[in-house]
């Protein structure tokens, strides 16, 4: 819990007693990779906070194929956002790209915590749109480029994620083939 509190006290001041009246709301979760922490076609009723690990925000495109989205790493919150703020079905999952640690609040428990700590309503809408102004950024520097230049700018944009994920993710992430990005890495190499 001492990184979900650091997080919040890096954009305001927490006391001790807010902080504690924090920690209760949340619950630790533990998560093998591949495993699913939502799945699509449900409403998403909870709210995670990444302890330590690599999520993907993931959806089963037409030909069955998964199509990766988003990577979100240590430090960060995810949910699938609109789902969760106006209870509708979501077409994508959340899936744990390697063994993951998260702090989970369902979204009953985090208006419980709006209602004690007031101050937290705007942190956490905050927190969510500075991260998707970062996903808009990302999304953009990928844009226009060929499959090499997409690697190239992964690797300087979220090296963190690179080596820690499985390799197919990373295809779907750019829209390649695994085999395309192979070649791609052994030729970077």
């Not at 799945?39 to 069955?64: A, H, M, P, W, Y």
């Not at 844009?143 to 690179?162: H, M, N, T």
Request: proline fraction near 2%; hydrophobic fraction near 40%; aromatic fraction near 10%.
């Amino acid at each position: 819990m001492e990184t979900l509190i650091a997080l919040f006290r890096s954009f305001k001041t927490i006391t001790d007693d807010e902080a504690a009246i924090i920690c209760s709301h949340f619950q630790d979760k533990d998560f093998k990779e591949g495993e699913y922490l939502f799945s699509e076609g449900k409403v998403c009723k909870t709210l995670f906070f990444i302890d330590t690990g690599i999520l993907r925000i993931v959806t089963t495109n037409q030909k069955g194929t998964d199509v990766t989205y988003y990577f979100i790493d240590d430090k960060q919150f995810c949910t699938i956002l609109q789902s969760f703020n106006e209870e509708i079905i979501a077409s994508e999952g959340i899936q744990a790209c390697c063994d993951t640690h998260v702090l989970a609040i369902s979204k009953k428990k985090l208006l419980e915590l709006y209602q004690k700590l007031p101050l937290m309503a705007d942190l956490i809408n905050e927190i969510h749109q500075q991260r998707m102004l970062e996903k808009i950024r990302l999304k953009n520097a990928y844009s226009g480029q060929d499959a090499v230049e997409r690697y190239q700018v992964f690797l300087s944009e979220q090296p963190q994620i690179a080596y820690r994920v499985p390799l197919n993710y990373i295809a779907s992430y750019l829209n390649v083939t695994p085999q395309s990005l192979s070649r791609i890495r052994r030729k970077l190499a």
